[in-house]
């Protein structure tokens, strides 16, 4: 039986020691990266993922969050859900309660949260409410960022949703995405990814935390992967997926995780930003990439269970 491992990107370590509890006890990869992830989403010291996450543009917090099993391809994710604090698992009650579809968004993702019975609860905090404010004035850091300097294309971003939030005439009142990726000892492979996306997004924007191929997959004939950063951009280049195919031709999971990013790098976008990935094999070897420095992401193993940082590859 393999070990179980689980690995998570910046900030998961908030849920990770969580997730390996789980899987130590022989619990399934999806529990644990489940568990994992809603100890990220009800931090409240964190404005990327769940409560407290950084508003859309009309001051109103919309999660995205979706989750993917390896040995079936089986998907579930939700969009632009406002009102419930643990998207991850609404998304895994699509995947197992709704298997006619894959993914539920708006009214519809919080209309199948109630009837599911999930919690409701305000989402926006009045330190998210300050830093939303505050991070419209021109910064030196990265718009959706892992403490990374900002590009031309964040100074653009913030450009274009000062105009965005002065149209939509808001109302009174550091952010990222997380993945988490777990390896059980059965073998089951499962990716969990959840953020309350870019902050001042137009109301109804998805990024590719929800979206399958983009932000999330996972096949248990070569490995999961998930990303962080400019999900516009892995929308395009389908990142998670490539990640995956070049596991299958036998790369390395940080260099896979490198050659596709450096194919998303080859997209115009005028509102570039940092773009990071995340890898784990059925084997259990890891790796991710980022484009700039000092990037990392986390691990826990079965037999080593105290939780490691490892550098990301770098394009």
């Not at 022989?26 to 508003?55: F, I, K, Q």
């Not at 194919?263 to 990439?289: I, Q, S, V």
């Amino acid at each position: 039986m393999p070990e179980a491992v689980i690995i998570g990107s910046e900030r998961s370590e908030a849920g990770l020691p969580t997730g390996m509890e789980v899987l130590a006890r022989g619990g399934s990869a999806l529990d644990a990266v489940e568990a994992a992830m809603r100890c990220c989403e009800d931090n409240l010291a964190d404005h990327y993922v769940g409560t407290g996450g950084l508003p859309n543009a009309q001051g109103e917090v919309e999660l995205d969050a979706s989750v993917m099993l390896g040995s079936n391809r089986r998907f579930g994710s939700v969009g632009a859900l406002r009102g419930y604090p643990n998207p991850i698992s609404v998304a895994r009650a699509v995947l197992e309660g709704l298997p006619q579809h894959c993914m539920l968004v708006g009214e519809g993702a919080a209309l199948f949260a109630k009837e599911n019975g999930f919690r409701r609860a305000e989402l926006l905090t009045d330190e998210a409410k300050t830093l939303w404010r505050e991070q419209l004035r021109a910064s030196g850091e990265s718009v959706e960022g892992e403490n990374t300097a900002a590009l031309d294309g964040d100074a653009l971003y913030r450009r274009t949703a000062l105009d965005l939030v002065r149209r939509l005439a808001p109302h009174e009142g550091p952010w990222g995405t997380i993945n988490i990726i777990a390896l059980d000892s059965s073998g089951e492979l499962c990716v969990g990814v959840s953020t309350s996306g870019y902050p001042f997004k137009y109301p109804g924007r998805v990024g590719d935390s929800a979206v399958p191929g983009a932000g999330n997959w996972c096949d248990l004939r070569a490995g999961g992967a998930a990303c962080t950063g400019r999900g516009e951009l892995s929308m395009r280049g389908g990142t998670a997926r490539t990640i995956v195919d070049l596991l299958a031709t036998g790369a390395d999971p940080a260099e896979a995780c490198r050659s596709a990013l450096a194919e998303a790098a080859t997209l115009p976008d005028d509102f570039r930003a940092e773009l990071r990935a995340l890898a784990l094999t059925p084997d259990g070897r890891h790796g991710g990439a980022a484009g700039q420095q000092g990037s990392t992401y986390a691990v826990m193993t079965e037999h080593s269970p105290e939780l490691r940082m490892h550098p990301r590859a770098v394009l």
